[in-house]
């Protein structure tokens, strides 16, 4: 398998407000232009914005790391903070340097309740093994759909794997993770490219997906 691209990746970590936020409060304009500061961000919302469906910024970076972290998204709400970047690791380092920010420059305090971390990670992949060879035991009905379709004008194509996911049934309690591939839009078929979405960790998606090609292989 080969990696093509981190295509995104977030990192959420839930928070009570009663427990996490100041027991004084906090000036909002002035906490959004200190977190709009602090990491550069070139989109800020506004104190209406903030307020209503959280404060959502775009398009930053954080320079006071070992590694320079480009950030596509941060989000404060009431009951989440997220950060999206290219890798979770990097969200992780954010979302730490985020907390201390606000702790020390704000009076936000540790919670109580301990916090969930939710996790996703797209990725674009070409798998080395073609995902199509392991559902040859399909085989009489994709030739009866092939068939049928034929019978349409305009419908002469062949058919074969496009896409596959597993989840959760959300209708039970708890988050509600996924794993799931789909061809690469825009990109012809016979390159094995896919793009890939997993609720995550950057590395463990990688290692699923390079489990998954091992798998595929042996469906040959």
Not at 16 to 27: L, T
Not at 150 to 169: E, I, T, V
Not at 201 to 215: K, P, Q, V, Y
Request: proline share 5%; glycine share 6%; hydrophobic share 40%.
């Amino acid at each position: 398998m080969k990696l093509i691209a981190k295509d995104a990746a977030i990192a959420a970590i839930t928070v009570v407000s009663d427990e996490f936020k100041p027991q004084g409060g906090y000036y909002l304009p002035e906490l959004l232009r200190s977190i709009a500061e602090r990491y550069e961000l070139a989109k800020v919302p506004s104190v209406e914005d903030a307020k209503n469906v959280g404060a959502v910024f775009q398009n930053g970076h954080l320079t006071h790391s070992p590694k320079p972290i480009n950030i596509v998204e941060l989000g404060l709400f009431n009951d989440a903070i997220r950060v999206t970047a290219t890798d979770t690791v990097d969200c992780e380092v954010v979302l730490i340097d985020l907390f201390d920010f606000l702790k020390q420059s704000f009076g936000f305090r540790d919670q109580i309740t301990e916090p969930t971390r939710v996790f996703q990670s797209d990725l674009i992949v070409e798998f080395d093994n073609d995902p199509d060879k392991a559902f040859l035991f399909l085989g009489p009905l994709i030739e009866f759909l092939q068939t049928e379709s034929k019978s349409f004008k305009g419908f002469a194509k062949a058919l074969q794997f496009n896409r596959l996911g597993f989840g959760a049934d959300p209708s039970t309690p708890g988050i509600s993770p996924e794993f799931a591939f789909e061809r690469r839009i825009g990109v012809p078929w016979s390159a094995n490219r896919y793009f890939c979405k997993a609720h995550l960790r950057t590395d463990t998606h990688i290692r699923a997906l390079e489990m998954l090609d091992g798998l595929l292989a042996g469906r040959r």
